[in-house]
């Protein structure tokens, strides 16, 4: 079935050092979407790719999502205590159904104030 | 902002025992999702619902676990005889358009069998 891989898993950095989280799929994907879940709280939208090398960025955050449209990228520029979390990314189900979301495992980021 | 909500927060049952988890989706949302984390993994797919019935399901969603849409509001699971390995924290989701946008997750209901 579709599986989607994600590295690293921990990633512990000094506050106000860059951070990247790499996401690889097995199939081409229609879309992507990353979320991030703060510990002990609920996974929160952050935001879909669509297109081929599509790039988007949020205030610090930057997704991309590749060429082949099998993997995808999210990186934090200065990294805050209020990036703690893990990130994952998420993509459609087996044979591309859009009704079900297949997680990766998640990237823990955890920063030293 | 509107929200998912769930309740209850956190459920204690003994193996065997059957369990209904209940979720109030977003008004205006129509597709209905069910995800379950056990302590320290991914977010794994469940279920999902759409107009009054499964559109799909995954290997682990077997003959234990129901899902019903009562009334206009409510969006429940049910865990007919509960196991060990069902203990995980249980997220209810909802979306306004099929699966390719975002998906509000509620704050999850914690299942503790014992």
């Given at each position: 079935g579709q599986q989607v891989m994600q590295i690293p898993q921990y990633q512990h950095v000094q506050e106000g050092e860059d951070f990247t989280t790499y996401c690889n799929s097995s199939t081409t994907l229609s879309n992507i979407q990353w979320y991030k879940q703060r510990p002990g709280g609920h996974p929160v939208f952050?935001?879909?790719?669509?297109?081929?090398?599509e790039v988007k960025k949020q205030k610090r955050l930057t997704f991309q999502f590749g060429e082949a449209k099998k993997n995808s990228s999210l990186h934090i520029t200065a990294t805050q205590t209020t990036d703690v979390g893990t990130y994952?990314?998420?993509?459609?189900?087996?044979?591309?159904?859009?009704?079900k979301l297949t997680f990766g495992k998640g990237t823990l980021l955890t920063v030293n104030p | 902002e509107p929200e998912v909500t769930q309740t209850p927060s956190h459920q204690v049952t003994q193996m065997g025992q059957e369990v209904i988890l209940r979720c109030v989706p977003i008004s205006n949302h129509l597709y209905f999702y069910w995800y379950r984390q056990i302590l320290g993994q991914k977010v794994e797919f469940l279920v999902s619902f759409y107009n009054n019935e499964i559109s799909e399901k995954s290997e682990i969603f077997d003959d234990q676990f129901s899902v019903?849409?009562?009334?206009?509001?409510?969006?429940?699971?049910?865990?007919?005889?509960?196991k060990l390995e069902d203990s995980a924290m249980y997220f209810c989701a909802s979306s306004l358009v099929e699966g390719g946008y975002e998906q509000y997750f509620g704050p999850g209901t914690r299942l503790t069998v014992t």
């Open positions: 952050l935001i879909q790719l669509v297109k081929s090398g994952f990314c998420a993509g459609p189900g087996s044979g591309g159904s859009n009704y | 019903e849409r009562p009334d206009g509001s409510n969006f429940t699971l049910k865990i007919r005889s509960t």
